[in-house]
């Protein structure tokens, strides 16, 4: 067994001799490796995170035809390091009528919710932090905690555009939550298990090929799930000035700026996951775990990018269209989904792969072009009931 | 057992690093306050009443069917991880439990409970 | 004393120090607050139990579902979320000696019990607890009776709910 084709284990043997041939107590040392190696991850996710800024910035550009950070150093890359010193020098203000603990908790659960997803992300087959059992449950307790850090900096803001904004931020992530626990029982019910490297061994077929609908909603959810555009009515400049952010000033704006990055970015690595083979790639992942962590991040960053081009292409909408999307559409199909998924599981248990792959592409098809056809003609007669009578529509916020 | 200890290191040094962090722009940044820095910020313009009110009741109805969706969830996780080796009687049994519940939002939606207005 | 008994220990104290500044304290949100703390203690007691599955579920539902719910029900019911009338009445001194009778009397049932002291035993390496709730819960000689009523009481929830809400003013 050499470094390079298991390194996270002859690291941690390496340094657990030299901690215990100091006279640690084997335990102790066990603990403190443990405690190092997430450590480093999550600095270097804090790093890759400093990246995303200028990432976001330079694509947004590009969709917007423009340039983007340009000054300073090649291509602007230097330009989040002074984004970074900016919100460190910055005066970190506290409204008056602020719960002060709760106001100060909100920032650090929010970013704290999105590091811990990275516990269940297998960066490579030996190279992970948690082979949890419960990975894709593991995923919406995570953001269980986002959504109560959201909730807490909203109210304890005690500003109204703050309350306003975090409470339509958790209304809408709560509902969301619905198709995206479904849609993650899809690669559960293929692959028979809940553990992220199970889910990625089984994908000798992409489940995006056999589930190009689940992928979709999927990401839908998620987009919702992260508040991005079309979703992002919580944020409302126009409306709401930023929403549940509102009062946050330097560093504590800071986190949940780069809490919704990296957010955006794990939510691109698990769409990888679920969908995509994760590390997997034409088995390019057994020739050494850092090409499988290549590829993995390949994938994460692609991910990524159609949640960037959803959001700088699409406008914002309102959020009673929003919630009705939601509860009169989405959930509905990813229930219907679901059990087309099972059924067809167990009915094509005996074929060969590509019927079993063939006949799960053509239900999810079929499935997506029914509901389709459900969801015009009902939106057919609702407009030509609101024309005929000729009634002025006010739009309800 | 040992899994847990990770995960209790994830949360660990998850909140260490946005404390640093935060602590870093508490060092380094100028502490000037006053109270026109310190009011609420609604645009300029002075804030009347109080934040703190009472919201309407349409957020509530959200959020219970939610916990009665995220509880069916919860229930179908294990189901979905077993159903591979199950065969056809638990994915009618599976359909029954969903169907049951999906009767609850159709009536919902009937109500007019799930109209934002 | 082994390590996971000291863990537990804290966890305990955690949960409980969390319980009572939810029946203590005089702001309503900060009540729903320390709740979910309680209930995140909880989550940690189910994992040093090895029970992965009910560990993250209590996070997914109680943190993600119940606690959301709390705190919209007190923005929906009290006009004034500052509003801190007082958190005793008369009586709390009966209730306070209650709980201790019944904290006591339960002690000492399980002081008896063979598994009083004992701590977590480790799972076999291949004992897939998921899996085997799911054939249980699908079972026709097990559970599965059980998880269609679960459907139904779910049922019942919301239809309740939606009634309880429903205003047949509005249009």
């Known amino acids: ?228 555009a079309p979703f992002d009515l919580a944020e409302g400049e126009s409306e709401l000035v930023s929403g549940f952010n509102i009062e946050y000033s330097g560093m504590k704006f800071g986190m949940f700026y780069a809490g919704e990055l990296l957010h955006a970015f794990t939510f691109g690595g698990f769409w990888a996951i679920l969908f995509f083979g994760g590390y997997r790639f034409f088995g390019l992942e057994q020739v050494s775990p850092f ?30 269209q929003m919630l009705g999307f939601n509860w009169k559409f989405l959930t509905p199909l990813a229930f219907a989904l679901l059990l087309v998924t099972a059924l067809m599981n167990a009915l094509l248990a005996d074929a060969p792969t590509w019927l079993y792959a063939l006949g799960m592409f053509l239900a999810n098809v079929v499935t997506g072009w029914i509901a389709l056809e459900i969801a015009r003609s009902a939106t057919r007669k609702e407009r030509e009931q609101v024309e005929g009578i000729k009634t002025p529509v006010e739009a309800h916020h | 057992m040992s899994e847990w200890l990770y995960i209790a290191l994830f949360i660990v040094v998850g909140l260490i690093i946005p404390i640093g962090a935060i602590g870093a722009g508490f060092i380094f940044g100028p502490k000037k306050p006053n109270p026109i820095k310190e009011s609420t910020y609604e645009c300029g313009i002075e804030t009347v009443g109080d934040a703190w009110i009472q919201f309407k009741s349409q957020y509530y109805i959200f959020a219970l069917v939610f916990l009665v969706f995220d509880v069916e969830a919860v229930f179908l996780f294990p189901w979905a991880v077993k159903l591979g080796q199950l065969g056809l009687y638990a994915v009618v049994e599976g359909i029954i439990f969903v169907t049951i519940l999906v009767v609850g939002l159709v009536y919902t939606w009937r109500k007019g409970m799930l109209e934002w207005v | 004393m082994t390590a996971q008994q000291i863990i537990f220990m804290i966890v305990a104290a955690y949960t409980l120090g969390s319980a009572l500044m939810v029946v203590t304290t005089r702001n309503l949100v900060h009540a729903a607050l320390w709740l979910v703390s309680t209930l995140f203690g909880v989550a940690v007691a189910y994992a040093l139990l090895n029970a992965n599955f009910i560990a993250v579920v209590q996070v997914v539902v109680y943190i993600g579902a119940i606690a959301i719910l709390f705190i919209f029900a007190v923005m929906l019911t009290r006009k004034d979320m500052r509003d801190s009338g007082p958190q005793m009445n008369r009586n709390w001194w009966a209730g306070a000696i209650v709980a201790v009778l019944v904290f006591a009397g339960l002690a000492f049932l399980l002081s008896g019990w063979s598994g009083f002291q004992n701590t977590a035993a480790e799972l076999p390496a291949e004992f897939d607890a998921i899996s085997l709730l799911g054939e249980a819960l699908t079972s026709p000689q097990a559970f599965v009776l059980p998880f269609e009523v679960a459907s139904v009481l779910l049922l019942a929830a919301l239809v309740g709910a939606v009634y309880v809400a429903f205003n047949p003013t509005k249009k």
């Open chain 1, 291 to 320: 090409l499988a962590i290549l590829i993995l991040i390949i994938k994460a960053m692609l991910g990524y990018w159609v949640i960037m081009w959803v959001k700088y292409t699409m406008m914002r909408i309102r959020i009673d």
């Open chain 1, 1 to 228: 067994m050499s470094f390079w084709n298991d390194p996270l284990k002859v690291a941690a043997d390496w340094l657990e001799g030299v901690f215990t041939g100091w006279g640690m107590d084997a335990v102790l040392s066990h603990v403190l490796v443990a405690f190092l190696g997430v450590f480093l991850l999550i600095a270097l996710l804090m790093v890759l995170d400093i990246f995303l800024v200028w990432i976001e910035r330079k694509v947004v550009a590009r969709f917007q035809d423009r340039i983007g950070p340009n000054r300073l150093g090649p291509f602007g890359l230097i330009q989040p390091f002074a984004d970074i010193i900016k919100l460190i020098i910055k005066e970190d203000t506290t409204p008056s009528g602020a719960d002060k603990v709760v106001y100060n908790l909100a920032p650090i659960l929010s970013m704290m919710s999105v590091l811990i997803l990275w516990a269940v992300v297998p960066l490579a087959p030996v190279v992970l932090g948690v082979d949890l059992n419960v990975g894709a449950l593991f995923l919406i307790a995570a953001g269980a905690i986002g959504t109560l850090s959201i909730i807490m900096a909203g109210w304890s803001s005690n500003n109204k555009f703050a309350m306003i904004g975090g409470f339509r931020q958790v209304a809408v992530m709560v509902s969301f939550e619905i198709p995206m626990l479904t849609m993650l029982m899809i690669p559960t019910i293929y692959a028979g298990s809940m553990n992220m490297n199970a889910i990625i061994g089984a994908q000798d077929v992409w489940f995006f090929i056999l589930s190009p609908l689940g992928a979709l909603i999927f990401l839908i959810a998620a987009i919702a799930e992260l508040g991005r």
